[in-house]
C-alpha cells in the first residue's frame, strides 16, 4: 500500500539509500529504488508511494538539476524534510586484494572528482573507467571486470566485497543534500530551526528584477541560504530562481516575504518549510521576531482606532 | 463649548485664518485666534476646543518647525485633513494712496522674501520694516506709522484699509500647507487620494539607518512625498524625521510599511491619514493594491494548508 | 583689507562671536559684526571679508534655515571649518541684583526654549519678553528695563552686568554648530577626521529618487552625519537636500559617491570639506578604504591589459 | 602550430563543431575535437591551442557545471566571445528507412528532454537508449544498433545518413550557448553591444552580502543578463557565483562595477568583455554614459581645485 512506501533514486547501495536509512521512519515503510529522479517522484505524484528521497544539492557537483526542474514544473510536490549526508567513499575490492593489485578502479562519474586527488596521490598508475552509479560499479568489481569500485562503505556487504579503504574524499566538509518530496501538505509544525524553500519566477525581465526580490527578503531579515538560477525553457536570458531562506511559513517575517515574493513575483511555487538538517537556530533581530510583529499589528490596530 | 470651537495662529486676518474659512465646517464652528502654534494646539490637548489650524510648511520658507516639533512632541495629537492655500498679497494702503505716495511698506518676515522682488521692481525706494504678523503690518497702516502693509487682500475690510495691487508673489506656485490638528481619533475614511504622516526615531544611529527606514517605503512600492530631519533634542547629530507618504492607513501597503517602521524604529508616532489637499489620487502599482495583498495573503493560508 | 577681515552674525557678544573667538586665526583678523546671515555672507560674496562666521545648526532648534538657504543658492560659497560651541546662558543682571529680585527676564527668542525648565524650577513667577538678540536683551537690562537677560557669560562685561547664575540650559549636550565660510577654493587637506557637504537637487520627483540617492553613499560605506530637505521654491512638494557625510573629498570613497551623485542628481553643489569639530576618526570599513580603491584600480588596469 | 589550432568539445559531428564553424576565422584554423571540456580546455592552458570552444549553458538544461567550474579555477581563462545554435535536430536514419520502421531511437541524454514531445507525438511507440554523443548515436545507427539518431542535421554526410525529419526541437526559442576560451588577454575593442563575465566569492557569508554585490551593479545601471550560482567545494552553503552582465570593461559604468565587486569581494575572477551574440545594443541611462562619467569627473577635479 502507497501510504507504506519510500521511493527513492537506486539502485540500491547507493549513498541515497544510505540518507533514507538515517530516517527514523524508513525503519516502517517499503523502501522502493526507482531508477531516475523523475520516476522516484512520479511515484509521489500518481499515489504509489508517499515520499520519495532525492539529492538535491552535492557540496562539490552543485545543484542537481534533474530535482530543481522536476519540483519546479508539473504536478506540485512539497519537500517534507532535508538530509545531509556527508561524502565518504570506500574503496570496496575483493577479499584478499592488496592496494598494490589495484591497477583499474570505477564509480559513478560524479565520485571521480571527489576522489582524483587521493588517486593521484595513492594509486597514480590506477585506470579509472565510469560506472552507471556507485552501486553498479561494486557489481563490477564483484565480477572482476575491475579491482576497485569507489562506493558508501555499506555497499561492501551486499556485493560481498571489503573495504579496503575508507573514509575517502578530497574536500574536507564534502556533502550531499537530499529532500524527502511528498504531495503538498500542512507543512510539518515549526522547531526554531527550519527553512523555506521557493521557485520564482520574475514577473518581467527588466534590470534590477532580482535585487527587487532579494530586497523582499533583506526589508525583512531573513537571510538567503541558497539562491539557483534554472533556464524557463522560454530562451537563453530567461531564468527562474529556486530560494531557500531560513525560517518557517508560520514566522511572520517569513510570511510576508512570501506574501511580498508573490505579489511581486509573476509566479511563486511554495516547496515547503521544514527542518534544517544541521539544526542551527537562526539569529533572528529582534525587531524581526514573532513578538515584534504582533506588537507592531496591535499598535498598528490601535492607530486605526484613534488610540495610537 | 469645546466641540464647536477651533482655534487657530492668530490673528485675524492672516493667511491662517483665510485657510481656515476655506474648510466648510468653519462656517459652523466658533474660530478663536491664539497667540501661538503652541497656543493653538494646548487648547485641543486642553479640551478647550475641537480642532486647531496651523501652518506646517510653506514652499518659499520651509517647514514651520514649531508645528513640526509641537506634533513631534508632548500629548499626542492628529491631523485630521491639509488645506493649501496659494501665496498671493495684497499692498494695502489707506484709501487714497497712490503707488507713489509708498516710502515706507511692512508685514511679517516671512512675508518679504515673498515680496522681494516685485518690490525692487515696482517701489525700488521703498524702506521695508518688519511687523509682527502680516495683520498687525495692516494695522499700523491704518494708524499711519506705514505707507503700505503686505498681507491677505482679505484684511482689507477689517482695517479699512484698499488694497492697491494685489497678487503679489515672486515665486510661481508658491504656497502655504496647513493642518488642521485634532486629539486622537479613527482616521477619516480614505478617498483614494490620502496622505499618511509619522514621526520617526532611528532605533540607533548606525550608518544606513536611514536607508534601511526608506526601503520600508520602496518595498511596498509606497511614494514618500516630504521628509524633513529635526533635532531629537539630544545634541547635534540626533535627529528624528517627519515624513509623509502618499495612501491610507488602511491601505494594506501602507499599513504594512507603517508596521515594518514600528518594528525597525525606535519610535514611531502617527500623526493620521487625511484627504490630500492637492486630490492627486496616487498611481498604485498592481502589485500593491489591496486586491493584490488580499490575493497573495489568500494563497499564503493555502499554502500553510497545503493547498498552495 | 578684506583678507585680514572676517564677518559674523552680530551683534558683539553673541554666541557666533564666542564661537568665532575659538578659532586661533581669530586673534589675528578685524572680527565685523553684521545685522544677517546674508549680509554676512554678502560680505565675503563680494570680497570685503575673507570669510564668515554663521550659525548653520542647533541641537534644539535644529538647521538655521537663512544659512542653509544661503549657501544652496546665489553665488557659491564654501564652508572652509566649523565650530561646535556647547550652549550654556549665563543670567546677566545689574550689579547687586538679587535672584528674588528677578522679575522681568529677556533674551532672543530662541533662547527661551533652552532655558524654559530652568525658569519654571527657579523663578515661576518671572515674565519673559523677547530681544532681538541675546546681547540687545543685555543692552536692555543694562537699561533698566528688564531685570536679568540670558545671554552669553562672556557678554557680560562688555554691558557692565554680572553673570548671577551661569551654564544655564534646559537639554543635556545642547550646542550650536557654526561654520566658517569662504569663496571657493582647494579644501584644506584631509585630517583624518574630516566631513564633507553637499546640496543635492533630484533630477526628477520620482518615487524613489532620495533612496537612490543614499544608495550612492551606502554602497561606497560612505556615512552620512546629517540629511535636511529644504523648499527649492518652485512650490510644494518640491525639495532639495543638504547632506554631510562623513570624510574627504580627496578620499577615494567619497570622491565616487560624489562623482555618483553628479551623475544622478540634477544638479550638486560642493560645499566643502572640511575638519570635522568632534575630531571623531570616521571608522571606515576595510573594503572601503584608499587601499582598498588603490588595489581595485591596479586589478581592474591588468585586467584591460589581459594580466587579471 | 598552437595559434592554429582551435579545441572544442567533440566528438566531430556535434552542435559544437557546427558552432564553431559559424565563426569566420574557423575557416583558416585546424579544428582539433577533445574528449572532453577539461581536455578542451588544458589545451589552450598548455600552449596547444589558440582557444577553444566549448558549452557554456543551454536554454533547456540550464548552465554547463563543467565549463562553469573549469573557468571558475586552475590557470586562468578568459572568454573572447560567444555563439548562439538555436536547438534543432534531425532524426537521421540509414537511407531506405520509413518514419514507421523506426522502433529504437538514441541520442545523447540531454538531447532526450528536448525532443520528449515530439517523440511521444510522431513514435510514441519508439524505444531511446542514451549514447555518448549525438555524433556517437549516429554513428550506431550506421552501425545498424538502432533505427534513428536524434542529432544535427549537419552530422548525416559523416556517417553515411539521411536527415528523416528536420527542425525537432520541442521548445520554442531553445539555444546553446558557446564560448571560444583562450588564455588572458587585452579584451576585444568594444563594439556597444558587449558583455562582461565574472566569478565572484562573497568575503563572508553574511546575510545580504548578496544583495551588496547586485546593488554594485544597480547602482551604476549596469544590468545583469545571468547570475548562476556554484558550490565553492567547502560544504554545503558556501558558493561562488557566475555573473554576466551587458557592458564593455572599457565602458566606465562597468569599470566601476568591476573595481567595487573586487573591493567586497573575496575573489574577483575576471572572465572577458566580449561581443553579445545576440548582438543587442543595451539601452544605458543618460546618467550612466561614458560622457556621465566624465563629467562628473570633470566636475569633481574642479571641485577639488576650488571651482566647483
Known sequence: ??????????PEGTFTEAALRTLPEAATRELTPMVSVPAALDAVRGGEAAAALVPIENSVEGGVTTTLDELAS??????????????????LVRPGTALTDVKTVTGHPVAQPQVRKWLAAQLPEAVWESAASNADGARLVQEGRYDGAFAGEFAAATYGLTPLVTDIHDAQNAATRFVLVGRPARPAAPTGADKTSVVLWLRED??????ELLQEYAVRGVSMMRIESRPTGEGIGRYCFSVDCEGHITDRRVSEVL??????????????????????????????TDVAFTE??????RCMDGRG
Not at 206 to 211: I, K, Q, Y
Not at 296 to 301: E, F, G, I, V
Open 1 to 10: 500500500m502507497s501510504a507504506s512506501r519510500y521511493t527513492y533514486l537506486g
Open 74 to 91: 508539473g504536478e506540485p510536490l512539497m519537500i517534507y524534510r532535508e538530509v545531509l549526508l556527508p561524502i565518504a567513499f570506500a574503496l
Open 206 to 211: 527588466h534590470p534590477g528584477a532580482l535585487l
Open 259 to 288: 506574501m511580498g515574493l508573490k505579489r511581486v513575483c509573476q509566479e511563486v511555487r511554495f516547496l515547503g518549510s521544514y527542518p534544517r538538517a544541521d539544526e542551527v537556530t537562526a539569529s533572528v533581530r529582534p525587531e524581526m
Open 296 to 301: 507592531a499589528s496591535d499598535w498598528l490596530a
